[in-house]
């Protein structure tokens, strides 16, 4: 008897099917999105420059996010504020206007890669004095600490191209939230070959394996080199092998005696280590969220507690963890997810 395994058969049809109706409609719709710019005149930036987008349905800016392009503007840093919510609200557009060199207002089409392709066209990016480029976006919660140390770290001699985590999900790449990219790799021809192909193709899936696994593996041909601050590797080796046998030593058959935080907290130990015995790749800012932060990383990503889409099963004592292991002040997060999360509790 043939069995069919019609989760695989489905992702294949998608691939099969749907990714080139997307990608052909993508080459039919204009690139070009911008609605409207501030300053009119023409904008001028700083040699190290960060373009950041955003997204919400009503236009808002949450009070988490100002404090993070906030953060950037504090290191000499132009910001430039790309939403593709097609209009913001009239109290977010001054507060942004208060922090950034320019606003881009654009349709939401395209995603982030769009958003970013637009800035770089508009504003001739990059330009003679160029020194840096930093892609970042609104999917993660924070910062929980200054950032002055982060970009600190963000110096180009062993790396043209930077990125906070890397991910073997697919195929190697540097995750898409925060990107930073030097001279070398700003004045490279692999930079402006990745640019000039970005469509507004209408597929997430699309979006992801050929733009944000395609701009790491792009930059690699071109000869760039690509390092993460925070390695995959790294994470997994600081896993604290002592607290996580203890963990998997909890008897979990004795029922009503064990806490059921240490419960989530055995499951996800046993997850990371089957992920690392079977080399599995994980997603470092889902999977090995609680390294990441003791190890001084300053975000956690929105959808991992908005609606944590893989499932990750210790992540319901992350406001204890920051508190009182880390003693870090989660209120900026708090503060935002009340404004966005439906149903579950934080």
């Known amino acids: 008897m043939i069995r069919i395994d019609l989760r695989k058969w489905v992702h294949n049809l998608k691939w099969w099917i749907v990714m080139p109706v997307a990608r052909f409609a993508g080459g039919f719709r204009d690139r070009r999105q911008i609605v409207s710019v501030w300053p009119e005149a023409p904008v001028q930036l700083a040699a190290k420059i960060v373009l950041f987008m955003h997204y919400d349905r009503n236009g808002f800016v949450r009070p988490q996010m100002l404090s993070y392009i906030r953060g950037l503007a504090e290191s000499g840093r132009s910001i430039v504020f790309i939403t593709n919510a097609g209009k913001l609200t009239a109290g977010s557009l001054a507060q942004v206007q208060t922090i950034c060199a320019a606003v881009i207002i654009r349709r939401n089409i395209g995603y982030d890669f769009g958003a970013w392709r637009d800035a770089i066209e508009r504003l001739e990016l990059p330009r003679a004095g160029t020194e840096e480029i930093i892609l ?29 985590t890397e991910s073997w999900q697919m195929k190697y790449h540097l995750q898409s939230y925060f990107l930073a990219f030097g001279p070398a790799a ?18 997430k899936s699309f979006i992801i394996k050929h733009y944000e696994v395609g701009i790491t593996q792009t930059m690699l041909k071109g000869g760039l080199r690509c390092l993460a601050l925070w390695p995959y590797d790294t994470l997994v080796s600081q896993i604290d092998k002592r607290e996580l046998e203890e963990l998997i030593a909890i008897d979990l058959t004795e029922a009503g005696s064990v806490d059921p935080v240490l419960v989530t907290r055995k499951l996800q130990a046993l997850r990371i ?74």
Not at 138 to 162: C, I
Not at 306 to 312: A, D, H, I
């Open 186 to 203: 700003l004045r490279s021809d692999a930079f402006g070959k990745f640019w000039r192909q970005v469509r507004p193709v209408p597929a």
């Open 273 to 346: 280590r089957d992920a690392t015995a079977r080399r599995i790749a994980m997603n470092p800012t889902a999977d090995l969220w609680r390294q990441l932060l003791l190890a001084g990383f300053p975000f956690i990503k929105r959808e991992l507690l908005r609606n944590n889409p893989t499932e990750v099963q210790d992540v319901g004592d992350w406001v204890d963890f920051v508190r009182g292991k880390l003693g870090l002040n989660p209120d900026i997060i708090l503060h935002d997810l009340r404004y966005m999360m439906k149903d579950n509790a934080p």
């Open 136 to 164: 970042a976006n609104d999917s993660v919660l924070g910062p929980l600490q200054p950032l002055g140390g982060l970009l600190q770290r963000l110096t180009y001699n062993e790396a043209d191209v930077l990125g906070l």
